[in-house]
Structures are given as C-alpha cells and as structure tokens.
C-alpha cells in the first residue's frame, strides 16, 4: 500500500486544518497516511515514503522559516527522492499564498519529485485564507483526492 506523509508548520492553526483535511482525503483513497507537524517529522522519513505533501503559513510571501529549514535539511537525501509524488498548500490572511505553494514546489522539483498542476482547482497547490470554511475544506478534499491518484499511478496500482 503506498504511503504518504503531510507534513506542515502552523502556529495558529488554518494550516493545520488544511493539513487534516487533506490527510483525510488521502485516507480515504485507501493509501496509508502521516500527518505531522513539522517540528515532529524526521527527515530519514522521507526515504521510506511514496509521496510527500508539504504545507505553510504564507510569511512575507513565502514558506515559513521551520518549513525551510525541513527543506534544506533535505539535502541530507538529495537525489534519493527522485521519482516521488510531491505537493504543496499554504495558508494566508490576505495575499501570497500562491508565492509560497510555488517556493515550496520549487525545493520539490529540485529533488525530482513529480508534481501535479489542477486545470479545475486550484492550480499550483490548496490554498486558503484565514480560517479555512467550509469550501476551503472541500477544495482541501479534491487537492488530497487528486494527490492520492497520482501517488497510486506512480505506484503501478
Ligand atoms: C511573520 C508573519 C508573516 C506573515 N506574512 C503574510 C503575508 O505575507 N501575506 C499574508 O496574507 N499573510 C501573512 N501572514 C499571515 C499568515 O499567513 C496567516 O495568518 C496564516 O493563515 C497563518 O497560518 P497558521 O494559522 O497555520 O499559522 C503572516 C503572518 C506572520 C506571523
């Protein structure tokens, strides 16, 4: 069964609640899934899973520093996650949510990581602003239903 690893950073919760949702509706999908803070997750986790779905608070227009320094502590595994699924969500008050999807997408890609684009929903990755509601949660849902397909094509199943 393949499985996948949501891990986010949160400090006053609309990420998190993105995050769960998304967990939820990977789930769903029949794949085995972690949903982590960041401050809990291992970086040696990321060898063992099939997809990784990163999320943050948009801060002055990108990830937040903890989500950073999960990416950079990557390197420790550079080239080995090669081939795996990968996304990206974010959550803000007002603005740049899509500049901080896109700057985590961008660390994805650099490992060879395959990402996904929705031509429906939202393009580069789930956002959300301020508290996410009741659609918001749905959107939430369609991004981690999607990213559970595109995990188990990639695993062959
Ligand atoms: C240091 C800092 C920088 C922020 N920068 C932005 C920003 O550039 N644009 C924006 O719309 N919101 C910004 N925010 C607001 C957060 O992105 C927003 O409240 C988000 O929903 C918080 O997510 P969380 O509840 O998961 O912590 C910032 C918040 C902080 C603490």
Do not use: W
Request: glycine fraction near 10%.
């Amino acid at each position: 069964m393949p499985n996948v690893l949501v891990v986010y950073y949160s400090r006053s919760g609309n990420t998190a609640s993105m995050a769960k949702s998304i967990a939820a509706a990977i789930a769903e999908e029949g794949l085995v899934v972690e949903c982590k803070k960041v401050e809990d997750a291992d970086i040696d986790e990321l060898l063992d899973v099939d997809g990784l779905v990163v999320g943050s608070p948009t801060y002055y227009g990108t990830m937040a520093a903890e989500i950073k320094k999960f990416l950079d502590d990557s390197v420790r595994h550079h080239g080995k996650l090669d081939g795996k699924a990968g996304a990206a969500f974010a959550s803000a008050a007002v603005t740049g949510q899509e500049t901080t999807v896109i700057s985590i997408l961008e660390a994805l890609l650099i490992h060879g990581m395959i990402v996904q684009g929705d031509p429906r929903g939202h393009h580069y990755g789930v956002t959300s602003l301020g508290k996410p509601g009741e659609q918001d949660l749905e959107r939430c849902k369609r991004f981690g239903k999607r990213f559970a397909e595109l995990v188990k094509r990639i695993a062959g199943e």
